[in-house]
């Protein structure tokens, strides 16, 4: 006798950070597993024309207003998803952005900034989603972490808190749903080349570089496809019930040496 029914077949996931990078990377990748995908960010507007492009793909795709850190919006995002496509399967958490500031030149509003959208937010998205999953007994639940949680990197340490706080939340987390059937897992990517740091000044860029060389946090130059990412995403959520993928690290891979 299996212990677990399997995953039904309709799967509606709700992806929050859904109008660049990972998260768009991610609903294009879910949508095309079959999973019908709530596409979810400030800028609804790109947000829409992913989910038209999913749909006509032959996807199932809905786009809606979301900004994780007002807990009103989220509460609107997951209704209207849940309108829209039905009861949530998948979470995805992978709102964030990123400063390029020294924590003692950090305005501590900022600090609160980097804080509130990366682990307050996804926090929003988990206690307005799980309790659901939890009440049908089944459901994934995803949060985008980061590499800097096992190598900090200079220059962010906002995120870098802020990402450790994301991964001791996931794993009590974890403990805490042990036995409902809702499985949380932790995505943790390695530099990833997609819209986070792009507004730098370019000269900040080169100085946050050479920091990282410095502390031997830049190996090689290749960074990873957000669709590397999305991938793994795809993986966990797709993982068969039964096997819970607890935590998956993905890093890009070296270029081939000479020879
Ligand atoms: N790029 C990397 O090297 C890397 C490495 C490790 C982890 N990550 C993580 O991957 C996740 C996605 O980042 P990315 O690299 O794909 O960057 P990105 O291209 O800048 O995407 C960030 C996404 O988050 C959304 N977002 C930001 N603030 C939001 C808010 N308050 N409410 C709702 N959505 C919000 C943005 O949409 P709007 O601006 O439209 O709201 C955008 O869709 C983040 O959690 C990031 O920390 C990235």
Known sequence: ?????????????????????????????????????????????????????????GGEAFAHPLDVGDSDSVKAFAAAAEDALGPAEVLVSGAGDLSADRLHDLDPDAFLAQVQVHLVGAHRLVAQVCPGMV????????????????APRTRMGAYVAAKNGVEGMARALQMELEGTGVR??????????????????????GEVLDEWVRWGLARHPYFLRPSDVAAAVATVVSAPRGAHLTLVEVQPEAPLEEG
């Open 1 to 57: 006798m299996p212990r677990f029914d399997p995953h039904p077949d309709r799967r509606p996931a709700l992806v929050a950070g859904a109008s660049s990078g990972i998260g768009a990377a991610t609903a294009t990748a879910l949508a095309a597993a079959g999973h019908p995908v709530a596409l979810g960010a400030r800028r609804a507007d790109r947000c829409e024309e992913l989910a038209a492009a999913i749909r006509a793909g």
């Open 184 to 205: 949380a897992s932790i995505v943790r990517p390695g530099p990833t080349a997609t819209g986070m740091g792009m507004d730098w000044d370019p000269r900040v860029t």
């Open 135 to 150: 009440r049908r007994r089944r459901g994934d639940v995803v949060l985008v972490s980061s590499d800097v949680v096992r």
